[in-house]
């Protein structure tokens, strides 16, 4: 549906306004964040009121991902720059149809520099209705092809203003935000759980490879004049984060895996030993990440459009597509095409890992990464990665979760800053010198297969088609919704079926 179809098509009792008609008749305004000498990078602190950034910005919510703040006093000074429930937040540059609608969680918050706010009075418009509008992708397309500069689109109030707006019955707008609100907020709470899952996994690798915490317990067990019982319970402690007193009961009423916990528990040293990456558990490996590499080779872009040479239709993965995949976008990768003898060496299989290995900023490293699961790639079909990132094939799938997961960790301790040089204005991950050096502890093949049993479900359901599921559910009502092909009744059955 092009944006002059929902006009065409909408029902004779509907109006049509402009964002800025309908902004300055409730009382409302669109405005910029502050810029320019209003604030600067130095005016951001690690304790005070969140403000809101482009990169913040998502359809369905606000994220609170490496969000910048600003000082009580800046907040004071810059007070007409706050944000609450209801209002617009937009990006002015980049991905400018990109928008998010203010919840209670960020009211006070402020407008960031390189975001524009719209404001509207909710008494004349729901505010869950106008998002969801404004969502449309007809209404994205508008948007971008009025946008301002053909590299970087660029958004400013006149623009925003002059948006036109179709505005449906009070009944029917009310409608429209239920449906649109319910399932936005599945896929919300959809996302949160899955970064719940992955933050356990994460834990879980970082107790047993990192921390070593199994092994500790154990120790401090003996140390303190125990018996090896005493060492396995504490070890059993340590893994399944319950006390003897929870063990217990979990001994009787689920012995089948009480048993397992234990098995798992007794393969865990009770002693450490000295290595090239310090203290390890007795009888692990310090190897070097380039060992458990069975290839790596860089990526591709191909081309947009086939040709004689460029003949095999693939999803490329970027840098920028690695995070959202985990958040359970991944509709923004590219379909290329690419000549089939540099699929045939560049196509990724479970296991497989994506890194970036070019770009960044100087506030993000390069260096982010995507551990690959069957499921993921049966969704997205053929891929292989962009030209500015690198695909790692490990020696096996278990180890490539393992590697994954030591991406994940060390990147969000920041440490790939240390594989990181300039050239050229462009960051590059100094690859040849991190396969050599950078160390991991690994245990033998019955203590990794324990520690599969345990983290990959967890992969696996982050990666499930449930976010994907709901997000096309969504975008194949918002047409339908906004251009009021829906009625009442249907739309209200709508509703009942996505309770």
Request: aromatic share 8%; hydrophobic share 35%.
């Amino acid at each position: 549906m092009s944006f002059e179809d929902i006009f065409y098509n909408i029902p004779s009792h509907w109006g049509i306004t402009t964002l800025g008609e309908l902004a300055k008749a409730s009382g409302g305004d669109i405005q910029t964040g502050p810029f320019g000498s209003q604030l600067h990078a130095s005016d951001y602190v690690d304790h005070g009121i969140p403000s809101i950034m482009p990169k913040n910005i998502t359809v369905d919510a606000i994220t609170t991902d490496d969000i910048a703040r600003v000082s009580v006093k800046d907040v004071e000074r810059l007070s007409k720059y706050k944000v609450h429930v209801g209002d617009i937040v937009y990006s002015r540059r980049g991905d400018v149809e990109k928008c998010a609608r203010v919840t209670e969680k960020e009211d006070g918050w402020l407008c960031g520099t390189g975001c524009l706010r719209v404001r509207v009075n909710s008494n004349e418009v729901s505010t869950e209705y106008l998002h969801a509008y404004l969502c449309h992708p007809s209404v994205r397309e508008w948007i971008v092809r009025h946008a301002v500069g053909a590299t970087m689109p660029n958004l400013n109030t006149s623009i925003l203003s002059s948006l036109p707006v179709v505005i449906p019955s009070k009944d029917e707008m009310a409608v429209i935000s239920s449906i649109w609100l319910t399932v936005s907020s599945k896929i919300e709470l959809n996302k949160q759980i899955n970064q719940t899952l992955e933050q356990m996994a994460q834990a879980i690798f970082k107790s047993w490879f990192v921390d070593f915490e199994p092994v500790k317990a154990k120790m401090a067990a003996l140390e303190a004049g125990g018996s090896e019982e005493d060492a396995l319970n504490a070890a059993m402690q340590a893994i399944s984060g319950k006390d003897q007193g929870q063990l217990a009961r979990f001994k009787t009423e689920q012995p089948e895996q009480y048993n397992e916990l234990r098995t798992t528990a007794e393969l865990f040293p009770s002693a450490m030993q000295d290595s090239e990456l310090g203290e390890i558990p007795e009888g692990w490996n310090a190897l070097p990440f380039g060992e458990l590499l069975e290839k790596t080779i860089g990526g591709d872009w191909g081309k947009e459009q086939p040709d004689e040479k460029h003949t095999e239709k693939v999803k490329i993965l970027r840098g920028t597509d690695l995070p959202n995949i985990y958040l359970g976008n991944d509709k923004k990768v590219p379909t290329r095409y690419v000549e089939p003898k540099k699929l045939k060496s560049r196509k990724l299989r479970p296991g497989d890992i994506v890194i970036e290995v070019s770009g960044g900023s100087k506030d993000q490293p390069t260096g982010r990464s995507l551990f690959l699961t069957k499921d993921f790639l049966n969704r997205l079909g053929v891929c292989e990665p962009a030209s500015f990132c690198r695909l790692f094939r490990p020696i096996n799938e278990s180890i490539g979760l393992i590697l994954g997961l030591h991406l994940r960790q060390i990147y969000s301790e920041g440490k790939t800053w240390q594989y990181q040089n300039q050239s050229t204005g462009i960051s590059n991950f100094q690859t040849k010198v991190f396969l050599e050096n950078e160390l991991l502890a690994l245990p033998d093949e019955d203590l990794i297969s324990s520690f599969i049993k345990l983290a990959l479900p967890l992969i696996d359901k982050v990666y499930s088609n449930e976010s994907i599921t709901l997000s096309d559910l969504r975008d194949a009502l918002l047409p339908r919704l906004i251009s009021g092909e829906l009625n009442i009744a249907s739309l209200e059955q709508e509703m009942e079926s996505c309770s």
